[in-house]
């Protein structure tokens, strides 16, 4: 089945997405601010909209990947916006990484119009994006959510229904902050371990098999040498940038803020990664946080 899908925000993870849908068979209507991304957009075989409200008026599934709450906010409940256009039972999904309040207003206001919507990022990097290999960590209504599958299926791998409205982006963030605190302990343990003359290697082969074993020690060790796979063995070229962690790490903070919940050690990681990012490290992999560690950055 091929749908007409409007795709709003055609950046570095929306262009490729989009463009995934297009080879797909679906008629894809692209809009960004950027004429730039819309030109790529029409050059891969897409179309480009004239506006939110044209597209939204002819759309039956509409995505948007945009860089933060207020901007969905804006495209979906604001003037002219989507929920003002869209035809009732109009299928929405907002694969942005935003803050779950925002994710459940515009959710709620959707379903009041008679729209389904899921919040639906994802993780897997702009190399997922292109490659329809994403990891889609998904909130919503049951039907909502099998409404949304075969959309999501196209643009990524793995498929996870988190629960209802705005749960996509809890999981979402309470995962990286896990990600961001273990990355920490991973590195001071390095550090240490280079003051105390225990060579890396050395701590890599039995933390990995005792009681410190985590992803970021086994999977993106942050020195060089025990895992070659790993971005400390390209000067720390992302990967996934220390200033993506920094924004999910932010989110996490002010979800634990606003539902009361005590995340001393999220609020710590937060607060480390922000002065890594101001002293230069904002475009380096977030494993690089070791070298701030030690005072090298
Ligand atoms: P990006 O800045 O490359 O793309 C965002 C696009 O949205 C831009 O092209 C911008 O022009 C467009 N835009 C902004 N406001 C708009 C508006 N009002 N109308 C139309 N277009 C508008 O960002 P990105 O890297 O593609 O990230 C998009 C989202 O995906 C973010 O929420 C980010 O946190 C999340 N994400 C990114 C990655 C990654 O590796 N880049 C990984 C996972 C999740």
């Known amino acids: 089945m091929t749908s007409t899908v409007g795709f709003i925000g055609l950046g570095n993870m929306g262009g490729p997405m989009a463009i995934n849908l297009v080879k797909a068979g679906h008629r ?119 409404a949304a599958r075969p959309y999501l299926d196209v643009m990524g791998k793995t498929i996870v229904h988190a629960g209802g409205a705005g749960n996509g982006q809890a999981a979402k963030i309470c995962n990286n902050m896990i990600l961001g605190i273990s990355m920490i302990a991973v590195s001071e343990a390095f550090v240490l371990a280079e003051r105390l003359g225990l060579d890396a290697q050395k701590l890599f082969d039995i933390s990995s098999t005792a009681s410190g074993q985590c992803w970021s020690l086994t999977s993106y060790c942050p020195v060089p040498g025990p895992l070659p796979s790993s971005p400390a063995n390209r000067d720390y070229q992302p990967g996934f940038a220390a200033e993506m962690m920094l924004k999910d790490l932010k989110l996490a903070q002010e979800a634990a803020s606003s539902s009361g919940a005590a995340t001393p050690l999220g609020a710590e990681a937060a607060s480390l990664y922000s002065l890594f990012c101001n002293s230069g490290g904002q475009g380096q992999d977030f494993s690089g946080i070791v070298k701030f560690l030690r005072g090298t950055s």
Do not use: C, W
């Open 28 to 146: 894809v209507l692209g809009f960004d601010l950027s004429e730039a991304a819309m030109s790529a957009h029409a050059d891969a075989g897409g179309e480009k909209a004239t506006g939110v409200a044209q597209m939204a008026a002819e759309a039956d599934v509409i995505v948007t990947m945009l860089p933060a709450g207020k901007h969905v906010r804006q495209i979906y409940m604001g003037e002219g916006g989507i929920l003002e256009n869209a035809k009732p039972g109009t299928l929405l999904i907002d694969s942005s990484t935003i803050d779950v309040d925002s994710a459940r207003a515009v959710i709620a206001a959707a379903s009041d119009k008679g729209m389904p919507m899921v919040d639906a990022p994802v993780s897997g990097g702009v190399a997922g994006a292109a490659g329809g290999t994403l990891t889609f960590m998904v909130g919503g209504a049951d039907e909502a959510f099998e």
